[in-house]
């Protein structure tokens, strides 16, 4: 449960780009996702471009550090998914076990949601030109971490309350 607070991270990346391999593993992690029949409603465009990059890091105002890392993926689903709801289920657990993989690659990686702005999901869709037929969901910059981890978190324990 300690890996879910990245999320609310801070990071900052060096100027290296990642290897495929290391970009491959993170995104089989993130398939592994269960999905009703095995048919999941997502896909993932994987960004390098510095253009694109930096027109992603204007979609939101929580995207600023996507202008500086070297990769990021962007999940979509299928718009003819049946049950809405299920879409963001699914993904949720797949970014999670992106996020894991990433940090087991020993790169630093932080989801930013997207969903449910429409004006942020078309602007995504229209820098990636992504078919209409899908849906942008989040922005994942990784890569590189520029400064150590107690820098980069400001997830601070004491702000969780559990009630039972």
């Keep these: 449960m300690n890996n879910i607070y990245t999320r609310v991270s801070i990071r900052r990346y060096e100027d290296r780009s990642v290897e495929p391999e290391k970009t491959q593993a993170i995104l089989r992690a993130a398939m592994q996702a269960p999905s009703a029949a095995n048919q999941q ?55 999670e076990n992106l996020w894991l993989e990433t940090d087991a690659q020993g790169l630093g990686g932080v989801w930013l949601g997207i969903a449910p702005i429409e004006e942020r999901m078309q602007a995504v869709e229209r820098i990636l030109d992504i078919p209409e037929t899908l849906r942008a969901f989040a922005i994942f910059p990784y890569g590189y971490p520029a400064e150590e981890r107690a820098q980069q978190d400001r997830f601070e324990p004491e702000r969780i309350h559990y009630v039972e």
């Excluded at 998914?81 to 699914?90: G, T």
């Design 41 to 95: 409603p997502w896909e993932f465009y994987v960004v390098t471009n510095k253009e694109k990059l930096k027109a992603l890091a204007q979609v939101s105002p929580y995207a600023w550090m996507t202008g500086d890392a070297p990769a990021a993926i962007v999940s979509v689903y299928r718009r003819d998914c049946k049950i809405p709801a299920y879409a963001e289920i699914d993904l949720s657990i797949a970014m």
